[in-house]
């Protein structure tokens, strides 16, 4: 519960019940994210081939890909322009366009045309973090940590139902022909989000109705909102639904040396328990406080992630240690979204979230490239370990965020 003063989680309180239509709203919104991640999944299981067949180095694809993120993350920033648009028109059709991009990169004859459909995708799915966070964070005021943890748990899913299926497809039919049936679903599932969420306000932010924006310098003059967003761009070269699921396939199959099917694997185990760890801890931490729970998933989160590169010699071991990096590193973003959306009014909420995913996404894209030029570099294990280093600075960060306001 938020103190009415302060803005203040207060721990013990109970969280009310649920208004109809509530759970329906969480749930479409969350597999909105669901269908996104399907998309970012896949990808990269395709690179350590796209690596081999374009003859490019990881440096080149962290630079493409580092680009694509940062865009992404810019065209986020906008997310206050299209307050008027409902959440439905916004992430049913972002859906439909991430297919084409899938099929598109399937298709591509060369590396300039695959890195054109990544970025055209990047573009696509710029809506879904503003937007669904904001939805959400307006419409459960004193659940943000559980409703947000759900959004980030659909996005768990959606990574977690393509290891195994799309490793065994690249296995059977190759890379290209398995980027393209998984874009055909994409896009009809896109489709049946348009027709599911329905127009209305149900599925338009509030502050669609005030129309307001929240100016930058209002987001970046508070000592509050800097920090969680500092925190946020120092810990993107670990987070759970990206750096790590950009180069965790690559690891385990260069690195490590293991099979498709092997790498798929492991993989899923790492993205069932990126559906656990969230979903967990965003309970807890509406219920006892945010401040100490996300702590603990930065610091636990560390210790698993630098752990990851040195187990490469041992399946068990990586397995098991797949398993801690999504309970603990994939539950960060939810909660470090909660901090950061309690600081401001419910209808400020999208266009600040603008910012947050420009400058904490577009930032940290930074990471993406500098990471590929490590790897290509210090080897596999010395990012992991960058990585957890990052974990442990974000979580320092925290530490200065004012109390009276989270």
Known sequence: MIHPASGELTPGHGLGSWAKGDKKFVALVSLSHAVQHVY?????LTYPLVVTDFHISFATLGLMLGAS???????????????????RTLLGGQNVLLGLAAVGAGLAPGFPAFGAANIAGAVAGAPQHPVGSAALSQRFPHRLSTVLSWHTAGGGLG????????????????WRTALVLFGIPISLAGIVLLVAMRAGAASRPAAAAAGTRVPLRQVLLR?????????????????????????VPSYLAKGA??????????????AIGGLVGPIAMGTLADR????????????????????????MHS?????????LVGLLAYAESPLLQSMFAEQ????????????YFMIAYGAGSIWVIALGAIIDSFGFSAAFLLMAASFVAAAVTLTFVPRHQV
Do not use: C, H, K
């Open 40 to 44: 970012t999944g896949i990808l990269p």
């Open 69 to 87: 993120r940062f865009l992404n993350g810019v065209l986020q920033g906008a997310a206050g322009v299209f307050a008027s648009t409902s959440a």
């Open 159 to 174: 990574t977690a139902a393509v290891p195994l299926l799309a490793s065994a497809a690249i296995a059977a039919w190759g």
């Open 223 to 247: 000592r509050g909102p800097i920090l969680v967003i500092t925190s946020g761009t120092v810990a993107a070269a670990g987070r759970g639904l990206g750096v790590l699921s950009i180069y």
């Open 257 to 270: 040396g293991l099979a498709s099917l092997e790498v798929g694997a492991i993989v899923t185990v790492m």
């Open 288 to 311: 006892f406080g945010r401040r100490g729970i996300i702590t603990l998933s930065y610091l636990g989160g560390a210790v698993a992630i630098g752990a990851f590169g040195l187990v």
């Open 315 to 323: 399946p068990l071991l990586l397995v098991i240690d797949a398993a």
């Open 344 to 355: 401001f009014d419910r209808e400020a909420q999208q266009g600040a979230f603008g910012v």
